[in-house]
């Protein structure tokens, strides 16, 4: 009796962890994290009072009517994991990295963001401020491409911009948060109007990465741009030479006179 309690609770397990979809929102907001985001919002509210329009506000009233919106765990792509070319998924290409991305709102408008982060083993407000429009229009995009309320975005970060990614029938989807008037390089046609395949997002990345110069651990330059440490200096030898021999000939000319 014993050993089949023990398998029908074992195929419950199993059927409770395939029943839970890919796209599950990230884990609950730690209770810590809620109060140093609270505590880090009269922070914002203080130093934003004192120049509203420094910080984007029209006035100090509106400054006082900012509150704490939905937080977002982040997480960033891997450098190493992107070059290796392991996936075409940017939720395989990254990994949390113990932060907190929390909207501010006005007004039921996305405003400002808040960070909070673990420093030495503890959460602190790392950072708040900046425009949270075009994450927000990202948002509402992701929602109507999902179409159900219930399915969080896992925000995956690579440099200044945020994807809200998904999988919807089997294929992962992201929406960044760049406006069409304001795509950045590494997004190039890509925009937050439309939720686009990560598969191209993560060749984007691949080629962008590919592009440019990158610098090892140690600050040394790769051999992509080892060339060009070289070129200069052959150059200079070059000239060096021709003026030693111009110089000999000119010599030459003055002792046979």
């Given at each position: 009796?014993?050993?089949?309690?023990?398998?029908?609770?074992?195929?419950?397990?199993?059927?409770?962890?395939?029943?839970?979809?890919?796209?599950?929102?990230?884990?609950?907001?730690?209770?810590?994290?809620?109060?140093?985001?609270?505590?880090?919002?009269?922070?914002?509210?203080?130093?934003?009072?004192?120049?509203?329009?420094?910080?984007?506000?029209?006035?100090?009233?509106?400054?006082?009517?900012?509150?704490?919106?939905?937080?977002?765990?982040?997480?960033?792509?891997?450098?190493?994991?992107?070059?290796?070319?392991?996936?075409?998924?940017?939720?395989?290409?990254?990994?949390?990295?113990?932060?907190?991305?929390?909207?501010?709102?006005?007004?039921?408008?996305?405003?400002?963001?808040?960070?909070v982060?673990?420093?030495?083993?503890?959460?602190?407000?790392?950072?708040?401020?900046?425009?949270?429009?075009?994450?927000?229009?990202?948002?509402?995009?992701?929602?109507?491409?999902?179409?159900?309320?219930?399915?969080?975005?896992?925000?995956?970060?690579d440099?200044?911009?945020?994807?809200?990614v998904?999988?919807?029938?089997?294929?992962?989807?992201?929406?960044?948060?760049?406006s069409?008037?304001?795509?950045?390089?590494?997004?190039?046609?890509?925009?937050?109007?439309?939720?686009?395949?990560?598969?191209?997002?993560?060749?984007?990345l691949?080629?962008?990465?590919?592009?440019?110069?990158?610098?090892?651990?140690?600050?040394?330059?790769?051999?992509?741009?080892?060339?060009?440490?070289?070129?200069?200096?052959?150059?200079?030898?070059?000239?060096?030479?021709?003026?030693?021999?111009?110089?000999?000939?000119?010599?030459?000319?003055?002792?046979?006179?």
């Open positions: 009796m014993k050993n089949t309690i023990t398998f029908l609770l074992g195929i419950l397990a199993c059927v409770c962890f395939l029943a839970v979809p890919s796209y599950a929102a990230t884990a609950s907001v730690p209770s810590q994290v809620i109060q140093v985001a609270n505590d880090g919002l009269k922070v914002f509210k203080e130093r934003a009072a004192q120049a509203p329009l420094k910080w984007g506000f029209s006035d100090a009233t509106e400054v006082a009517q900012m509150s704490l919106g939905e937080a977002f765990q982040i997480q960033v792509v891997d450098p190493e994991k992107l070059k290796k070319g392991i996936s075409d998924k940017l939720l395989e290409l990254s990994h949390p990295n113990n932060e907190w991305l929390f909207l501010t709102y006005v007004n039921d408008q996305p405003k400002s963001f808040l960070t982060g673990i420093e030495k083993g503890e959460y602190h407000l790392i950072s708040y401020g900046g425009k949270a429009k075009e994450f927000g229009d990202a948002l509402h995009t992701f929602q109507d491409s999902v179409q159900n309320s219930d399915i969080k975005p896992i925000v995956v970060k440099k200044n911009v945020h994807y809200l998904t999988n919807m029938s089997g294929q992962e989807f992201n929406v960044p948060d760049t069409a008037s304001n795509k950045m390089k590494q997004t190039a046609r890509m925009d937050n109007t439309k939720a686009w395949p990560s598969s191209l997002t993560v060749k984007l691949k080629d962008q990465q590919a592009n440019s110069s990158q610098v090892d651990d140690a600050g040394v330059m790769t051999e992509k741009s080892a060339p060009i440490q070289w070129q200069l200096p052959t150059l200079l030898l070059m000239i060096g030479g021709f003026l030693y021999s111009v110089i000999l000939v000119y010599r030459k000319r003055i002792e046979m006179r």
